[in-house]
């Protein structure tokens, strides 16, 4: 069993810029994919951004390249989420998920952390 544990969230003003944290209890180098996602009130949950931790190639949805951008530190276990130029349609409980099944397809996530709520003002 993995724990996730997000920190990070907040209130923020539009144009404003917030740093999630994921830190996992198992070594993320093990890891084969951890990723961001995000659900606002009434809607369905979307991914926002995933990081194969091998490789360190990421993936963005559209409505935030240019403004987040996904890192991991295998020392501390711990993946962020930076993100910059906040709008309120941002504003949403964002997860971090994780997996470490070799055969992973990185859609279908093994792990998740309880969530840490982002709430932008504009």
């Known amino acids: 069993q993995v724990q996730l544990v997000e920190s990070g969230g907040g209130s923020v003003q539009a144009g404003g810029s917030l740093r999630l944290s994921c830190a996992a209890s198992?070594?993320?180098?093990?890891?084969?994919?951890m990723a961001w996602f995000r659900q606002a009130p009434g809607k369905e949950r979307e991914g926002v951004a995933t990081?194969?931790?091998?490789?360190?190639?990421?993936y963005y949805a559209d409505s935030v390249k240019g403004r987040f951008t996904i890192s991991q530190d295998n020392a501390k276990n711990t993946v962020f989420l930076q993100m910059n130029s906040l709008k309120p349609e941002d504003t949403a409980m964002y997860f971090c998920?994780?997996?470490?099944?070799?055969?992973?397809?990185?859609?279908?996530?093994?792990?998740w952390g309880q969530g840490t709520q982002v709430t932008v003002s504009s």
């Open positions: 998920a994780a997996d470490y099944r070799v055969n992973s397809d990185c859609r279908n996530y093994a792990y």
């Open positions: 198992r070594s993320t180098y093990f890891s084969k994919c």
């Open positions: 990081i194969y931790t091998g490789s360190g190639t990421t």
